[in-house]
């Protein structure tokens, strides 16, 4: 279900970091069901200080093609991103063109038609991967135990939905104490979609799992994988900005 991915969970990874830097590292997605390898994330994030200003991401299949591109430009809002993500095996494009204090303004294509919608602005709104970043500032309070709601916006549905972030667990996971989150539809919605698991280092609040519904689609089903996100820390470096 298109609606209730959250990928764009996927699209990018907050990290404060000290200087005007350009941050890259990579992620692969495997089938949930047969682990077989689905494709790569290669992220591309700059930095203005501790303020993430924006970046890109390509999604390449295991045979080399390109499934997707994104590109995200947070300077108007730190959670709601101006973003466009193509998909050129689909002919799809989700973008969100414009974001001031009265609405944000979505667009979607799919199979050649066009459709645009403006959506009022409300609180602890989160759209594609400002959920990063939103989750990563709240893991203070995830950390005591407590729920988590936004109100999120599905760019390919041009809707807002009420999700919930549940603590479900401490561990630890790439060297580093984490948290693992429940997050699902604070609606009824939930018994129509199962829940994202995600798990957070503490240290760095960087998202180190993903498992749930992707924000790609298969060209040959139409519809978004299923998939378990592992990002490597390992391939993550830093550089200044140019």
Not at 48 to 56: E, I, K, N, T, V
Request: aromatic residues 8%; hydrophobic residues 40%; glycine residues 6%.
């Amino acid at each position: 279900m298109r609606c209730l991915s959250v990928f764009m969970i996927l699209s990018a990874l907050s990290l404060p970091v000290s200087a005007a830097t350009i941050r890259t590292f990579t992620g692969e997605a495997t089938d949930l069901h047969s682990g077989q390898l689905i494709y790569r994330e290669v992220h591309e994030q700059r930095y203005d200080g501790a303020r993430w200003l924006g970046g890109s991401i390509r999604y390449i299949a295991a045979d080399g093609r390109l499934l997707g591109e994104k590109v995200l430009d947070f300077s108007q809002d730190p959670y709601v991103p101006v973003m466009r993500f193509t998909q050129p095996e689909t002919g799809s494009e989700d973008r969100i063109t414009q974001v001031d204090a009265n609405a944000i303004s979505v667009s979607s294509q799919y199979h050649g038609k066009t459709s645009r919608v403006r959506l009022p602005r409300t609180q602890d709104q989160v759209a594609d991967a400002g959920f990063n970043a939103y989750v990563a500032d709240h893991i203070p309070v995830l950390m005591q135990g407590r729920t988590v709601q936004m109100q999120f916006i599905v760019v390919a549905r041009q809707a807002q939905y009420s999700f919930r972030i549940i603590p479900a667990g401490r561990l630890q996971l790439a060297g580093e104490p984490a948290i693992r989150l429940r997050v699902e539809p604070a609606s009824l919605l939930r018994w129509l979609a199962s829940p994202l698991t995600l798990v957070y280092g503490l240290n760095t609040r960087r998202l180190l799992r993903y498992e749930g519904l992707s924000n790609v689609t298969n060209p040959l089903t139409g519809k978004v994988w299923t998939a378990n996100i592992r990002f490597d820390t390992s391939t993550s470096r830093e550089q200044p900005a140019p």
